[in-house]
Nanobody, 118 residues
Framework: QVQLVESGGGLVQAGGSLRLSCVAS????????MGWYRQAPGKQRELVAT???????SYADSVKGRFTISRDNAKNTVYLQMNSLKPEDTGVYYC????????????WGQGTQVTVSI
């Protein structure tokens, strides 16, 4: 079991920055993939960025060049640095952990609200 707690959301003007944090209840060293997803009102949850245990990152096209995902295994924490925010980045941001062995497990945090005003 892994509990995930997100923080760092808030209200920011367009062009501004926020840094989200996701703290896990146990070591993330052995967690295969950590990721950030978001869900805007009336829309489906979508992938924002992921990072593997080896440090390989991937991003949605809409955030490439603006967002950076990173992980600090010593702090059991994954970050999402968001720069040049746009109103369309508004939504609830969720952290996800995926463990892949001979079985698959996934865990979600409760989410943190990000609102970008014009």
């Amino acid at each position: 079991q892994v509990q995930l707690v997100e923080s760092g959301g808030g209200l920011v003007q367009a062009g501004g920055s926020l840094r989200l944090s996701c703290v896990a209840s146990r070591s993330i060293f052995s967690i295969n993939t950590m990721g950030w997803y978001r869900q805007a009102p009336g829309k489906q949850r979508e992938l924002v960025a992921t990072i593997t245990s080896g440090g390989t990152t991937s991003y949605a096209d809409s955030v490439k060049g603006r967002f950076t995902i990173s992980r600090d295994n010593a702090k059991n924490t994954v970050y999402l640095q968001m720069n040049s925010l746009k109103p369309e980045d508004t939504g609830v941001y969720y952290c996800k952990a995926e463990v892949i062995r001979s079985w698959y497990e996934s865990y979600w945090g409760q989410g943190t609200q990000v609102t970008v005003s014009i």
